[in-house]
T-cell receptor, first 112, second 114 residues
Framework: DAKTTQPTSMDCAEGRAANLPCNHSTISGNEYVYWYRQIHSQGPQYIIHGLKNNETNEMASLIITEDRKSSTLILPHATLRDTAVYYCIVRELNSGNTPLVFGKGTRLSVIA | DTGVSQDPRHKITKRGQNVTFRCDPISEHNRLYWYRQTLGQGPEFLTYFQNEAQLEKSRLLSDRFSAERPKGSFSTLEIQRTEQGDSAMYLC????????????FGPGTRLTVL
């Protein structure tokens, strides 16, 4: 079973920041937080991952709370093409054979 | 485009027929994963290869399913005697390994069993 809890759906106005929350209260010290998204009828797309520090790349920022029990994915300027299902996943470090365990994710709708 | 390719993209078959899907991972990636996704659900893990060795299988992988990665490069997933419940998107992912082992997914093969 997925070790994360996410809202089922969210809306965001185009051009505004989209903030997607994720709860992972049972995360252990050696588990990373990964974010993927899946645009309709495509394979999941890797976005970002982190262990305990905040991370930023060209797609998004990942903010992890100090106690690591929750995180937020931030899309700074959402566009219509960011409409997708966003999955938050926790995965153990140093165990490369561990599969990703997906929940149902958050369906983000970016509205013009 | 992640560099992971899958073929075919769509497959329609009749119940009881056998089907085979192919996945070509990113060339230097030694790990390859198969997942299955049904409508409204997130992807579910099926099996995993490290080079040519199949190291893990999910309980979802019934005896009718077999996967191979003969030379540690491309992989095939075969479903024998297909059932309507096998209708799903079959996803392949590959990774380089290492501490964070990010998996990159292909576009998937959508199977419809009539």
């Amino acid at each position: 079973d997925a070790k994360t809890t996410q809202p089922t759906s969210m809306d965001c106005a185009e051009g505004r920041a989209a903030n997607l929350p994720c709860n992972h209260s049972t995360i252990s010290g050696n588990e990373y937080v990964y974010w993927y998204r899946q645009i309709h009828s495509q394979g999941p797309q890797y976005i970002i991952h982190g262990l305990k520090n905040n991370e930023t790349n060209e797609m998004a920022s990942l903010i992890i709370t100090e106690d690591r029990k929750s995180s937020t994915l931030i899309l700074p300027h959402a566009t219509l093409r960011d409409t997708a299902v966003y999955y938050c996943i926790v995965r153990e470090l140093n165990s490369g054979n561990t599969p990703l365990v997906f929940g149902k994710g958050t369906r983000l709708s970016v509205i013009a | 485009d992640t560099g992971v390719s899958q073929d075919p993209r769509h497959k329609i078959t009749k119940r009881g027929q056998n089907v085979t899907f192919r996945c070509d991972p990113i060339s230097e990636h030694n790990r390859l994963y198969w997942y299955r996704q049904t409508l409204g659900q997130g992807p579910e893990f099926l099996t995993y290869f490290q080079n040519e060795a199949q190291l893990e299988k999910s309980r979802l992988l019934s005896d009718r399913f077999s996967a191979e990665r003969p030379k540690g490069s491309f992989s095939t997933l075969e479903i024998q005697r297909t059932e309507q419940g096998d209708s799903a998107m079959y996803l392949c992912a590959s990774s380089l390994g290492g501490n964070s082992d990010t998996q990159y997914f292909g576009p998937g093969t959508r199977l419809t069993v009539l």
